[in-house]
C-alpha cells in the first residue's frame, strides 16, 4: 500500500480494524525509513516526514470514529 497517497477521503471509508492495521504497518515502515534517512540523504527526509503526516491523518480520523461510536451510544 502506498502511504503516501492516502488522503482523508480515503482514510474515512475505512473501517477501525483497517486503521488499526494501516497504522501498525506505517510506524513499521518508518522505522526502517528513519535509518535510511541517515543513509539516503534528502529523498528518505522527504517521504519519511510525508509518512508522518499520513499517520497523522490515521490516527486523527481514528479518534473521530471512535469520538462519534461513543456518542451514539
Known amino acids: 500500500m502506498d502511504f503516501n497517497k492516502l488522503n482523508v477521503k480515503e482514510i474515512r471509508a475505512f473501517d477501525a ?9 506505517l510506524r513499521k515502515e518508518l522505522v526502517g525509513l528513519r535509518m535510511d534517512v541517515y543513509n539516503a540523504g534528502p529523498q528518505a527526509k522527504t ?24 456518542t451514539k451510544k
Not at 17 to 25: F, Y
Not at 47 to 70: H, S, W, Y
Open 47 to 70: 517521504q519519511a516526514r510525508n509518512m508522518r503526516k499520513t499517520l497523522a491523518r490515521l490516527l486523527t480520523v481514528g479518534i473521530e470514529k471512535k469520538t462519534v461510536t461513543a
Open 17 to 25: 480494524k483497517k486503521i488499526g492495521d494501516t497504522v501498525k504497518n
